[in-house]
């Protein structure tokens, strides 16, 4: 396996059963993702996408085939590894911004970290480093529902990269967002995508997001139709 | 990490206000309930007590085994000395020396000539003395109908029902027929002075109060009672102290030589009164359990609830990389903290107003139109150890039944499915 590979899945599949005849969301999937990319899963609702991602992400178990993230085999962890990588490697930004609304956009952000041991001085610092990067320190004592549906957006990208993760999984990350602040997301993503390296996985059908991409994988009733390159700026796609 | 969670568990009310309100609402009534039962139970224990078996009660052996005929022919003698003995050795008990006796009532008119008559069960009890507990024991003034309580030598209650049958009218005189304690034939003139209704069948259906001395004298018995009651100050009745007391006095005073020797018996002890008490505790043990299950469904069912709501942020939690266990874990010690933290405020509400409930209690003899329950017309709870500990029951034990179950339902579904909860 090469070195700079960060995802690769072979053979995927998942099934869901339903009744008579089950359902299959993912059928045979191979991918491969490099460290470093900036790619976007995009199909029709239904196609797989969420799945996918959630698979990639240890959220869920590949019902054949394996997924290996990390040099680990997704479909093999225990609940408590499938945990550890995620805290520690992977960030996820959903449609829904899912912050914890009791909680203040720096707890919101701190919360990943608090599961790590790290002294409360480097917490600290990293919560309001990685909300500069989203342009948000200023917000750092506010609740959530005092928040825009862009500025929770990047309170949740903020917590997805505070723990610097080598992949962050974005699930159709600007679905509830108008155009502005999904280009603005968008920015902000590519920006952390160059300057930090951080791989980037999304999932969406928003054409907004495809300009961005630099590859682009269209999956069709739960196959790859597609696997495209568009720029081949940064990472390198197979 | 902790104060993490703690500082969620404040700031959101729905986790951690209105739950432990719920569990202390449920807690509280559980307590109210359970000490009213046991109110219940004790005032039934307490007529009887009062009317009839005391908690303890001293008889003479030949008396005791041949209780059903009231033979006041084997009383024992030297009620004076054993009274003594009695307050010295318990001082805290009330002790209560009666003779109940069996016999005729008969009211003559002007001439002298039988007018009515009737059977009558009798009772001697202290009514003259100025420090006499019987009249608070026996609930008198309450009881009484027409007229008023004795005051005087020679004055005598009729129970109402009975006089009115007579037609015996308050300041009239009523002949006592009975017989001595030595088998002959006794006769003595009383005043009635008042009537009375208890509220109980057996009281009222045609029974005399009149005091202890005026019937020593009438009957012959100087120095001589039937029974000595023994009470406890609070009119509670606590089994393992009676049977001290009794066995503390048996060995004292009884011999079992002399028939005419004191024996203590407890009231459960006395024909009867172990079984009734024992079905009156089943019974109001019955309605409590049934309750706590009740109020435990209801609770668990909140516990339920309330981490279902939460499947959402259960998931985030997940995905951004909490490991299960320590997930569950952390709301096992939520849902522990708030059951334990609304069953101990449950639990106070609940004895403070049981407190109330036993020493004041509510009169609800306004609210009963006929009052005849003169006993009952006070609603009266009573705290047992017990009250201290049955509502961790619902409040505790349900409360984390209800979380821990619905919490594993994080491990049986799939962290994905957690996470589509929260995309509606
Ligand atoms: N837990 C589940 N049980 C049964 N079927 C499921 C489950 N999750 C997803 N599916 C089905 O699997 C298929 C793929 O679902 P998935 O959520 O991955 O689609 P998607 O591409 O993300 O769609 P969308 O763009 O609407 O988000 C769909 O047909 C969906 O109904
Ligand atoms: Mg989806």
């Known amino acids: 396996m090469n070195n700079s590979v960060i995802i690769k899945t072979k053979d995927l599949v998942k099934v869901y059963p339903m009744g008579q005849h089950d359902l299959v969301a993912l059928d045979h999937v191979n991918l491969v993702f490099q460290k470093g990319e900036f790619a976007g899963v995009v199909g029709p609702s239904g196609s797989g996408k969420t799945t996918l991602l959630n698979i990639i992400g240890s959220l869920d178990t590949p019902s054949d085939g394996s997924a290996v993230v990390l040099d680990r085999n997704v479909e093999t962890l225990s609940n408590k590894e499938a945990a550890k990588l995620r805290n520690q490697h992977i960030g996820f930004i959903f449609q829904t911004f899912n912050l914890f609304p009791v909680y203040s956009v720096f707890e919101n952000v701190e919360f990943p970290l608090l599961l790590q041991r790290m002294s409360s001085a480097a917490r600290k610092k990293a919560v309001y480093d990685s909300l500069e990067w989203v342009h948000l320190a200023d917000r750092a004592k506010s609740k959530p529902a005092q928040l825009s549906g862009g500025q929770s957006q990047r309170v949740a990208i903020a917590r997805a990269i505070v723990k610097k993760p080598e992949v962050v999984l974005a699930d159709e990350p600007t679905a509830n967002l108008d155009a502005e602040n999904s280009h603005h997301i968008m920015k902000t993503m590519v920006q952390l995508n160059e300057e930090l390296g951080t791989t980037f996985v999304f999932s969406t059908h928003d054409e907004k997001v495809m300009r961005y991409l630099r590859r682009k994988i269209s999956l069709i009733d739960g196959k790859v139709a597609k696997d495209e390159v568009i720029s081949k700026k940064r990472g390198k796609s197979t | ?424």
């Open chain 2, 1 to 424: 990490m902790i104060r993490f969670l703690i500082k969620g568990l404040i700031r959101d009310r729905s986790r951690s206000l209105f739950p432990v309100l719920t569990v202390m609402i449920g807690v509280m009534l559980t307590v109210v309930l359970q000490t009213w039962f046991r109110g219940v139970e004790s005032e039934g224990v307490q007529i009887a007590a009062s009317f009839d078996t005391g908690h303890v009660k001293i008889m003479s052996q030949a008396y005791a085994d041949e209780y059903d005929q009231i033979p006041n022919d084997l009383a024992f003698i030297g009620v004076h000395d054993l009274m003594q003995d009695l307050k010295k050795d318990f001082p805290d008990m009330i002790w209560l020396p009666r003779i109940k006796f069996g016999g005729l009532i008969d009211i003559p008119d002007e001439n002298g000539e039988t007018r009515a008559q009737s059977s009558v069960m009798g009772f001697g009890v202290d009514l003259l003395s100025s420090d006499s507990p019987e009249k608070r024991i026996l609930n008198l003034e309450n009881a009484v109908v027409r007229g008023r309580l004795p005051e005087k030598r020679d004055e005598i209650l009729l129970s109402d029902e009975m006089a009115q049958q007579l037609g015996v009218e308050i300041g009239e005189t009523a002949t006592l027929i009975g017989s001595t304690m030595y088998g002959s034939m006794a006769t003595y003139n009383f005043t009635v002075v008042g009537t009375i209704r208890f509220g109980i069948t057996a009281m009222d259906r045609g029974s005399m109060i009149a005091d202890l001395s005026d019937i020593q004298t009438a009957l012959d018995m100087d120095d001589a009672a039937g029974e000595i009651l023994g009470l406890f100050p609070d009119l509670f009745f606590y089994d393992r102290r009676a049977n001290g007391i009794k066995d503390q006095f048996n060995a004292a005073h009884q011999n079992p030589e002399d028939e005419f020797s004191p024996v203590m018996l407890t009231l459960k002890e006395q024909a009867g009164f172990g079984e009734m008490l024992d079905l009156i505790k089943s019974a109001s043990n019955i309605g409590i359990s049934i309750f706590v299950v009740v109020m435990s469904i209801v609770l668990w069912n909140a516990g339920l609830i309330g981490s279902i709501r939460r499947y959402g942020e259960i998931g985030v939690r997940l995905a951004v990389g909490e490991n299960k266990n320590h997930l569950y874990r952390s709301m096992i010690i939520e849902s522990l903290c708030i059951g334990f933290f609304g069953t101990v405020l449950g639990t106070a509400v609940g004895i403070a107003i049981a407190f109330y409930l036993q020493e004041t209690g509510i009169d609800i003899s306004s609210m009963m139109q006929d009052a005849t329950m003169v006993m009952s017309d006070v609603m009266r709870a009573r705290i047992t150890p017990g009250s201290f500990v049955i509502g961790f029951v619902p409040g505790l034990l349900a409360t984390l039944l209800g979380t821990s179950i619905s919490g594993i339902g994080i491990y049986k579904r799939q962290t994905s499915r957690l996470m589509k909860e929260l995309e509606v």
